[in-house]
C-alpha cells in the first residue's frame, strides 16, 4: 500500500502532543494505525475495515488538540482521503489511492464531533456526508 505523506504527517504533528497524550503513547498509536493500514483490521476496535479508493489532499495539515488526540486513540481510520504533502504532485494528484475505514471510527468520529461542535474540526466532520 502506497503511502503518501504519511511519515512526514506524523513527524510534523506528534510533537505537538504533549497536552493529552504522552509522546510514547502517540507514537504506539500512530505507529499501530500504519499497520492497521496494511492489515485491514483497526487497532482501536480489532475488527475488518473496508477498503476505499479516496481523493488525495494537497498542503499543510495541522491537527490540533483535542481532536489529535481523539483521533489517534479513538478513530484512526475514520478519514476518507489521504495526505499528498505540501508540494502538488500531478502524477500522484490522478492515481488512485486506497484507505482502509472502520465504521466503528466513523461511528466515534462523528460522536466526538457532536460533543465539540465549537471546534472548527468537529463543524468540518459533521458537514461531511456520512457514509
Avoid at 475495515?49 to 475514520?78: C, D, N, T
Wanted: proline fraction near 5%; aromatic fraction near 8%.
Amino acid at each position: 500500500m502506497r503511502r503518501v505523506g504519511v511519515l512526514a504527517l506524523l513527524i510534523a504533528v506528534i510533537p505537538a502532543v504533549a497536552w493529552s497524550l504522552t509522546s510514547a503513547e502517540a507514537d504506539r498509536l500512530a505507529r499501530g494505525a500504519l499497520r492497521a493500514q496494511d492489515t485491514g483490521i483497526c487497532n482501536i476496535h480489532h475488527i475488518r475495515m473496508r477498503k476505499k479508493v479516496v481523493p488525495i489532499h494537497w498542503g499543510l495539515v495541522v491537527i490540533e488538540e483535542p481532536h489529535y488526540s481523539a483521533q489517534l486513540s479513538q478513530f484512526p481510520h475514520a478519514r476518507e482521503y489521504v495526505n499528498g504533502g505540501c508540494e502538488y504532485d500531478a502524477k500522484e494528484d490522478k492515481a488512485k489511492h486506497w484507505r482502509y475505514i472502520c465504521p466503528e471510527c466513523k461511528r466515534a468520529e462523528w460522536q466526538w464531533a457532536l460533543k465539540h461542535r465549537s471546534l472548527p474540526e468537529a463543524q468540518w466532520i459533521l458537514s461531511q456526508p456520512k457514509t
